[in-house]
C-alpha cells in the first residue's frame, strides 16, 4: 500500500484562520444549480492552534463492488457484507469524490448512529476517510450515538455541512444481521437522488480511497481531539436535540400531565437509539417515572429485537397496552429513533391518523405552531386523513412519493410544516428528518392540552377519545398496510410487472368486484421546488369512492423482495367508526389480493406483518 502524503487542502496550509465562513447553509437542492453558480466561499473551520502539520493520507488502491446503490433511505446490507474489505470504506469515498470541494473541504461534519453492531468499526473508517479527503472537523455523538433526529439537529445547530448516520433503522442488528449508512445535507435532511445516484455511479469507477493515517478515536469520553489540521469533538448525543425540544414544546403542559396521579405513560426504546435520550428527556427534564422506560439500554443487536415499532415487533408493548390496567399513553420508538407507534389503553393510532391529528391540534397544543402550520403532507400510500385536515385548515398539501427525502424541499421552501408517512413515520419542519421523540412528546401535549384544569377523579380524554372525536369531526380513513417480507425477488418482480400490464389496459369505469376504477396508475412526483422528477413510486388503483390499493417493493430490505400491500377506504358515518380496520377493509383486502394474485405469485398465504 502506498503511503503517500496528499496536500489536503490548499487551504490549511496556510496559517490557521479563526474564521468561519458566514454562508448561509447549502441546501440539497443548490446541488442541482451548483454547476451554474459562482462558487461559494469556502467554509473555513478553527484548524489546530499550534502549526498545523501536515495530515498523512494513505491511497488505498480499490477494487469495484457491486450493487452500493442506495434505497429509500441509505444504504443497506447485511453486516457480513460491510465487512468484506474496505466496501463501506469504498462507498464513502465514492460520496466525496460526489460532492462538490466546497462542500466539504475545511469544513464541518456530524457522524452518529443507533449503537448497533459495526458502528464502531464504522465510525473510525469514516472519520479516517473524512479526514484523508480534507475535511476540517467532525463532530461525533459519545459512543458514536445520535438518533437520526439528532444528527438532522446538531446538523442545522452547528450549520455543519451535512452528516452520516450510521443505521439500518428498524432493520434487526447483530453480526448475522443489519448495517446501514446514510448521508444528509446542510439542511439536515437526506440526500436527494441526484446526490445518491452520483455515488452509486462513482463506486462503479473509483480507483483509490483516501484514508488519513491517525489513530482510532476514543469516542468513549467527550472533548475535543487535534490530528494537525483535522478536528474531531465528542459530544453528549442529547443536548442540541433536547434545546431544540423545548423550543418546539410546553414542557411546563407535559410535566403536568406527566405527573398526574391518574395518567400513566410508558415508553418503549426497543434496545435501540431512544434508551439514550428516554431517560434525560421523559424522566430527568419532564419528571416521568423512572419505570415508565421500557428497554432503556441500547444493545448493539437491540436485545435480539427487531426495532421496529409496529404491531407485530413492538409486542412486549402492545401486550402491556391491550392487557388489564394498561396505561393511558404508551409509546415506541425504532432503531435510529425516527419512527414512532402511539397506543391508548387497548386503542391503536395508526400513523396516518396520528399525523392527522398533531395537524389538527398542534396550533392549540404546541407552541412551535402557534401561529398554525404552513402546510401539510404525506407520503403516496399514507391514509387521505392529512387531506381532510387541510381541507379545512385551509392550507397547502402535497402528496410525495415513499421517504422522508420528498419532504426536505417544500420545508426549505416555506411551504410545509407537518407531515407524515404511514410506516410510523411523523414529523415537522423543527428539523428535516421524522421524528420519534417529538411524536411522542406532540401527543403527550395534546393529551396535555386537552385535560387542562381537569380535577383528579374527573374522566380524562383519553387517546381514544382524541381520535373518536378527530373522526367525528373528519370522517374516518380506514387504512391497513400488509408487508410480505423477503419473498423471491424475481417473483415479486413478475407480480409488479403483471400489475403493471394491467395498469397499462385498465380504464375510468372498470368494474373490481364492487369498485369502479376512477384511475390506476405508477406514481409518479415532480417536486414543486426544484422540478426533479420521482417516477415509478408505487402502483395505485384508485375507485370511485375514494378507496385505493396501492403496491409496493420496499426499498430498505436486506434480503428477498418485500411486498407492501396498502388498502384504504373512507367511511363518514360516525356510527361505523368503532369498527375494526381489518373487518371494515375485508372486502378491500380480498379484492387486492385477487387482483395482483399475490397468493399465486409468492406463494404466500399470509403477510409477515399488518399495520
Ligand atoms: C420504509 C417506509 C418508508 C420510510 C423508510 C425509511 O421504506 O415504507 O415510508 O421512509 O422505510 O424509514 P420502504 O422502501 O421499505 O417501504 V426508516 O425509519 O427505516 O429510515
Ligand atoms: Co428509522
Request: proline share 6%; hydrophobic share 40%; charged share 20%.
Amino acid at each position: 500500500m502506498a503511503s503517500v502524503a496528499l496536500r489536503l487542502n490548499s487551504l490549511l496550509q496556510s496559517p490557521p484562520q479563526h474564521v468561519i465562513s458566514t454562508r448561509s447553509p447549502l441546501l440539497a437542492r443548490d446541488h442541482l444549480l451548483l454547476s451554474r453558480r459562482a462558487p461559494f466561499p469556502r467554509l473555513l473551520v478553527r484548524a489546530s492552534s499550534s502549526a498545523s502539520p501536515i495530515l498523512k493520507v494513505e491511497s488505498i488502491p480499490t477494487k469495484p463492488y457491486e450493487g452500493q446503490k442506495t434505497g429509500t433511505s441509505g444504504l443497506r446490507k447485511k453486516v457480513k457484507v460491510f465487512q468484506q474489505e474496505n466496501y463501506l470504506a469504498y462507498w464513502i469515498q465514492s460520496l466525496f469524490n460526489s460532492l462538490p470541494p466546497e462542500d466539504y473541504k475545511g469544513g464541518l461534519l456530524v457522524l452518529g448512529g443507533d449503537g448497533r453492531f459495526f458502528n464502531k468499526e464504522a465510525a473510525e473508517i469514516i472519520i479516517k476517510i473524512a479526514a484523508g479527503n480534507g475535511v476540517g472537523k467532525i463532530l461525533v455523538g459519545r459512543d458514536g450515538i445520535l438518533s437520526t433526529p439528532a444528527v438532522s439537529a446538531v446538523i442545522r445547530k452547528r450549520k455543519a455541512n451535512g452528516g452520516f448516520i450510521m443505521s439500518a433503522s428498524h432493520n434487526p442488528g447483530g453480526p448475522d444481521y443489519d448495517w446501514g449508512i446514510k448521508f444528509n445535507y446542510s439542511s439536515g435532511q437526506p440526500a436527494p437522488e441526484s446526490i445518491t445516484d452520483q455515488i452509486y455511479g462513482n463506486t462503479l469507477s473509483i480507483s483509490e480511497i483516501k484514508m488519513a493515517d491517525i489513530p482510532d478515536v476514543d469516542l468513549s469520553s467527550l472533548g475535543t481531539k487535534e490530528y494537525g489540521s483535522f478536528t474531531v469533538e465528542v459530544v453528549d448525543p442529547v443536548s442540541d436535540y433536547l434545546e431544540l425540544m423545548e423550543t418546539v414544546f410546553d414542557f411546563q403542559l407535559i410535566k403536568d400531565v406527566l405527573s398526574r396521579p391518574d395518567f400513566r405513560f410508558i415508553f418503549d426504546a426497543m434496545h435501540a437509539v431512544t434508551g439514550a435520550y428516554a431517560k434525560p428527556i421523559f424522566v430527568d427534564q419532564l419528571g416521568a417515572n423512572p419505570s415508565c422506560i421500557m428497554n432503556g439500554v441500547p444493545l448493539e443487536d437491540f436485545g435480539h429485537g427487531h426495532p421496529d415499532p409496529n404491531l407485530t415487533y413492538a409486542k412486549e408493548l402492545v401486550q402491556i397496552m391491550y392487557g388489564s390496567n394498561a396505561p393511558d399513553l404508551g409509546a415506541a420508538s425504532d432503531g435510529d429513533g425516527d419512527r414512532n407507534m402511539i397506543l391508548g389503553k387497548g386503542f391503536f393510532i395508526t400513523p396516518s391518523d396520528s399525523v392527522a391529528i398533531i395537524a389538527a391540534n398542534a396550533q392549540a397544543a404546541i407552541p412551535y405552531f402557534k401561529s398554525g402550520p404552513k402546510g401539510l403532507a404525506r407520503s403516496m400510500p399514507t391514509s387521505g386523513a392529512l387531506d381532510r385536515v387541510a381541507s379545512r385548515l385551509q392550507l397547502p398539501f402535497f402528496e410525495v412519493p415513499t421517504g422522508w427525502k420528498f419532504f426536505g424541499n417544500l420545508m426549505d421552501d416555506g411551504k410545509l410544516s407537518i407531515c407524515g408517512e404511514e410506516s410510523f413515520g411523523t414529523g415537522s419542519d423543527h428539523i428535516r428528518e421524522k421524528d420519534g421523540i417529538w411524536a411522542v412528546l406532540a401527543w403527550l401535549s395534546i393529551i396535555g392540552e386537552k385535560n387542562k384544569g381537569r380535577k383528579v377523579g374527573e374522566k380524562l380524554v383519553s387517546v381514544e377519545d382524541v381520535a373518536m372525536e378527530h373522526w367525528s369531526t373528519f370522517g374516518r380513513n380506514f387504512f391497513s398496510r400488509y408487508d410480505y417480507e423477503e419473498c423471491d425477488s424475481s417473483k415479486a418482480n413478475q407480480m409488479i410487472e403483471y400489475l403493471r400490464d394491467l395498469i397499462s389496459r385498465s380504464k375510468p369505469g372498470d368494474a373490481y368486484g364492487n369498485y369502479t376504477l376512477k384511475f390506476a396508475d405508477d406514481f409518479a412526483y415532480t417536486d414543486p421546488v426544484d422540478g426533479s422528477v420521482a417516477t415509478k413510486q408505487g402502483l395505485r388503483f384508485v375507485f370511485a369512492d375514494g378507496s385505493r390499493i396501492i403496491y409496493r417493493l420496499s426499498g430498505t430490505g436486506s434480503a428477498g423482495a418485500t411486498i407492501r400491500m396498502y388498502i384504504e377506504q373512507f367511511e363518514p358515518d360516525a356510527s361505523k367508526h368503532k369498527v375494526d380496520a381489518q373487518v371494515a377493509l375485508k372486502p378491500l383486502i380480498e379484492l387486492a389480493l385477487s387482483i395482483s394474485k399475490l397468493e399465486q405469485f409468492t406463494g404466500r398465504q399470509k403477510p409477515t406483518v399488518i399495520t
